[in-house]
């Protein structure tokens, strides 16, 4: 049987919607129909006033579906063999459907698409094992996966998977999106493409869910992947020696940017600090550069802090332990729900106990005809740290933001000489 357009057309709909009931696992064995309702918002010109060219096509060809069995006509009632109210699929005809319509059924499909993730699983990256575990077992319940994951594009999906895995592999330095992309897909361009899918991979299974406000960039950076590697801005009284040879933090300035490669392979000689300091935002980290004096380890954090970041960091507060000296750890951002948020980030992924500075009422007062105001929504969203004993140093400045209801950026503050 050749099948025309719009018999393929009608069929095509039928298996979508067939496919897509909830019961699909256990169609065969309910009594539920999958039904096609033909009326004017689907199907507009067969309800035309003046013309029914299309009506009496649409229910000659229907009825020749019929006669082969494959689907099975409602007609409105008293109008029998002239208004089409439904059109049923036949379910013990789907195999001649996908036959006839050269399509591979969804649970072929979904099969397929379990043994290429079963083979990816083998040897993956422990923290990717929770994506695989929960994909397979909707698969194998032909339950629909997660959206990135599209059963019957096989070469998109072993694309994908390859731009997981390696945002797992062990690196010594970040590595750009279009060299990791040559890398992978032999394509500049094609990691832009994908990125996207694997991010939303990364968010639901594999970034915590205090985590998820991060953005793509944030994500990615955590795993050493950046748009162009950037340096670690840092400034202060710190000598320091690496492989190719000894550096003192002092001649240069106002700062100097380490490469995360050097920052890695660093050793600390001495510190002079009394303070170490991290600043949100970089205008703030020039400003602060400028407008203060003492003996401060001053550090660019640029947002949410990544992995070469936290390992200077760590191994700051690590060099002072063992010399037993007692200084204090300060960060500086935002007084709004993303600046509070990175201090929390810092604390936990460092385990440094950061207290904040240029963060409290006095400041927020001194600076508030300078903040800009925000709406319920977004009171709603900071009100939650209320209830969250760990921003319990914030408190007090949360309950002054909400009654404002004005955030004030960092570069609206200005030291104290």
Known sequence: MKLSQTQKDVLHNLLDRHESRSDYAAAAK?????????????YPDYFHVSDSTFRLMFNAEMEQLQHRALVRLDWERFNEGEYLKRVALQEDALAEIYKLLKRTPKEDLYHATALLLEKWSKGAPPELEPFYTHTLERLYRLEAPPKPVKPGDDAELTQILQGLHACFEPRKSEIAKRLLSVRLYGDSKKWQVLERKIVDILKEFCVSGEEQPRDAAQILAEKGIVDNPVHINLAGPLVFSTPNGRVD??????????SAEMAGDLTIESCDADTVITVENKTSFYQYLRETAGKHLVLYLGGYHNSPRRELLQKLYRYFSEQ?????FYHWGDMDLGGLNIWYDLRQKTGIPFQPIYMDVHTYDKYLHRGHPVDDAYCGKLALLLQNPSYEIFHPLIHHILEKKICIEQEAVTMEK
């Open 30 to 42: 309910s009594s539920r129909r999958t039904l096609l309702r033909i009326d004017s918002r689907n």
């Open 324 to 328: 037993h000296k007692q200084l204090s």
């Open 249 to 258: 933090l002092k001649a240069f300035y106002p700062d100097l940017g380490l």
